[in-house]
């Protein structure tokens, strides 16, 4: 194989992203595969991972992407000049049914794949409240614009009963949904206001509902800290998918930056 051999290029788009799905069109040269992300079995970390390894000059490489009932293979097979050999196909096909097939330079695929995925949370098509996993500490500061350490230094000196009715205000159903009321305010001290108030149905209703949800009647004061730590750390919403506006890989940053495979690619 010469080096300037001629190689397909590759493209990632977003087309929806809805209840934790991420639809997403991959293209190889005129080859097309529609590839359904689910935040179940969220394929993210594998594709980081995927592409992490192609940078070690890995023999051949691939992974899975379940999708729920169905899945697709990807797999890569190292040639010369940081060019690979990439397949995807159809996972447990009795018929093989194979949807891409072609060179592509390691390179382009990576800064393709992995930029395209950090650029698709500045889309107006992708909702992260439809996607990506989202911490009770993470809500919080977004509400109130405080940062962890100022969120957790006003939690420290709350009584346990305090603590329980902040917490079950914020997330009354513990893992599914934020409560709409607490979206009206703005800072910590107003929330808490709001949760210790009497006639506080989201309190009651979720003690009803979920009465091991959020109780911290039995915090082990020695390590109240740690565990307030741990609870903002909890999931606060239904989605599970890997946050795209955080997205970071040190090695394909790396990568990258230099120099490596730029010559063979003209």
């Not at 949807?99 to 800064?111: T, W």
């Not at 109130?144 to 159903?173: A, H, M, Y």
């Not at 979206?183 to 709001?194: Q, T």
């Not at 506080?200 to 009647?217: C, L, M, Q």
Request: glycine share 4%.
């Amino acid at each position: 194989m010469k080096m300037n051999e001629k190689y397909d290029p590759v493209n990632i788009e977003l087309l929806r992203c809805e209840a934790g799905w991420l639809d997403v069109q991959l293209q190889v040269g005129s080859q097309i595969c529609n590839v359904n992300f689910s935040h179940c079995f969220d394929p993210i970390p594998d594709f980081i991972a995927w592409m992490e390894a192609l940078t070690t000059d890995v023999m051949r490489c691939g992974f899975e992407i379940d999708e729920e009932g169905s899945g697709k293979d990807l797999d890569a097979v190292r040639g010369w000049y940081g060019r690979y050999f990439l397949t995807i196909k159809k996972s447990y096909a009795d018929i093989p049914e194979v949807f891409i097939s072609a060179r592509v330079h390691r390179r382009q695929l990576i800064e393709a794949i992995y930029r395209g995925l950090q650029n698709f949370s500045r889309l107006e098509k992708y909702n992260p409240k439809e996607w990506a996993f989202e911490s009770c500490g993470e809500f919080l500061a977004k509400l109130t614009g405080s940062n962890q350490e100022e969120i957790l230094f006003f939690l420290l000196p709350l009584s346990k009963p305090e603590l329980t009715c902040f917490f079950r205000t914020v997330l009354p159903s513990h893992l599914s949904c934020f409560s709409e009321e607490v979206s009206k305010f703005n800072s910590l001290p107003r929330i808490l206001e709001f949760a210790l108030q009497p006639d506080n149905e989201i309190v009651k209703e979720s003690a009803k509902k979920y009465p091991e949800g959020w109780s911290f009647a039995k915090m082990n004061e020695d390590n109240r800290k740690e565990e307030l730590i741990e609870s903002l750390q909890e999931q606060a919403n239904s989605w599970e998918g890997t946050p795209l506006h955080t997205l970071r890989s040190e090695i394909l940053e790396t990568y990258l930056a230099s120099d490596r495979d730029k010559e063979s690619m003209e």
